[in-house]
Structure formats: C-alpha cells, structure tokens
C-alpha cells in the first residue's frame, strides 16, 4: 500500500488504474510518454502506484501512425477505471467513435479522469467532456480544432489539467503532464525522480505554450526569427529598428 508523507498522518493511496484508449493511427510517443512514468513511478516507489491496460473501440492489434501495431482489449475490460487517457493521432479527426463517446461519459459519471493526449481531444471534446473545462490539442490542429467546436475554451497550451479532465498537445507534453499529475498525487520528490530517469531537466508548467515564435519562425525566414528572437530577448530595453 502507498503511505502519503503529506497529510500529517499514515494515509492508504488506492492504485490508481489507467485505461488508454487507442484510437487507429495514434502517437507511439504520446502512449509512451503516458505509460512510461507511471512505470518508473512504480520502480521508484517500490509499490504498485499504476496499474494500467491498453483497450480500444476497435480491440485486437490497434496500428500507431509509425505502423506498428499494438494490441488492445475491448472497452469492456477497463472497468472501474480512475483514470482514462485516449491516445490520438494524426487521424483522430476523422473517426466518429460511435461506441466510444457513450463509454467516455459512463467513465466520467462514475468520477474517472478523462481526457486525451494529442489529437484525440477531437474524440474527447465530441463526447462533451470538454464543455465546461479548458482544453488544448497539437498546434497543427488549433485551427480546425476551433472551428469544429467554436464554443470550447481552447488554448494552445502544452497540457491542461483540471480536476476531472485534462488534454495535451501530444509528443512530450504528454510526459509533463503525466509529471504534473504525479506530483498532485504522489509529491514533488517522486516526481522529479521520475523525470530525471527520462533526464528531463524541467517539468513544464500547464500554461506553456506549445512551440515560440522562433521555433516556428525559423521554417520560413531564419532571418525574421533572429529577429523575432533578438526582440523576445530585449523586452524591458528595446532595440532599435536598424539593429
């Protein structure tokens, strides 16, 4: 059992048991990131914090968007899940999940955190789970994202994480919020343990945004990014023009 050194008394953690819903074409690095610190968490604790199972709408072996191919059980399986995590891909979009928006909100009424890494918060967000919380999804997908659902509170955030619901924007932001959640539930010490085995110096916040000017400046013109770059670096005392 898991003994919380934060409450002044012995307290008895539960195991936290995660289902993560594949959807066909989803994120290998997504799914990884989400799975891999629950299992170093585990590791370093000494004690099952996480039990985790993959399942799908469709189960069998569910293809990533890099073809390979993971195997998943039935919806059904997870059952009396705390936490669920549906793990999108570039194809989320196009999937209607007839079986599993109705099996997202039976999980939320029973109190399950839900939400969805990368671009399945398409699904997430079609299932009305989203209607009351901030959400985010990769930045490729703002745009059509917001269009889709232009009465969601939709920011181009790393992650958002509330008390029920959560979305990231994929890739690593997935592991900094599965670090974040690690420190609500566990503590910052394990936390850190955690990602410094993945040797991730920094645990970025919620509120980050997903990529810098610069980042994305520098596909188009390197010389309008140094630019952009120089004026991000000199706020409090600004350049000139010709500088």
């Known amino acids: ?24 074409g989803f994120s290998l690095l997504a799914l990884s990131a989400g ?3 629950l299992r170093v968490a585990n590791a370093v604790r000494g004690d099952r914090l996480f039990d985790w199972m993959l399942v799908s709408e469709t189960p069998g ?10 195997h998943a059980e039935p919806l059904s399986a997870a059952t009396d899940t705390t936490i669920v995590a549906v793990c999108g891909g570039n194809r989320s979009h196009l999937g209607d999940a007839p079986l599993l928006k109705p099996w997202l909100r039976a999980a939320a ?16 967000a079609a299932a009305g789970l989203y209607d009351d919380v901030p959400s985010t999804i990769h930045w490729h997908c703002l745009d059509s994202y917001r269009e889709r659902f232009p009465w969601l509170d939709i920011r181009a955030t790393l992650f958002e994480l509330h008390e029920r619901r959560f979305s990231s924007a994929g890739g690593t932001a997935s592991l900094d919020l599965m670090l974040t959640l ?44 140094e630019a952009v770059r120089l004026m991000e670096h000199h706020v409090e005392t600004p350049l000139p023009v010709a500088d």
């Open 109 to 124: 009424r029973r109190g399950a955190m839900v939400g969805a890494f990368s671009d399945a918060s398409y699904l997430v």
């Open 182 to 225: 690690l420190q609500i539930r566990h503590g910052s010490d394990l936390a850190t343990a955690v990602a410094s085995t993945f040797i991730h110096e920094q645990i970025r916040a919620a509120g980050s945004g997903q990529l810098s000017g610069y980042f994305l400046l520098q596909h188009h013109s390197r010389q309008l990014a």
């Open 35 to 37: 799975v891999e610190p």
């Open 61 to 70: 072996p569910v293809v990533s968007s890099s073809d390979v191919p993971m």
């Open 1 to 24: 059992m898991t003994k919380s050194g934060g409450c002044g008394r012995c307290c008895v953690m539960p195991t936290d048991r995660v289902a993560f819903v594949l959807v066909p």
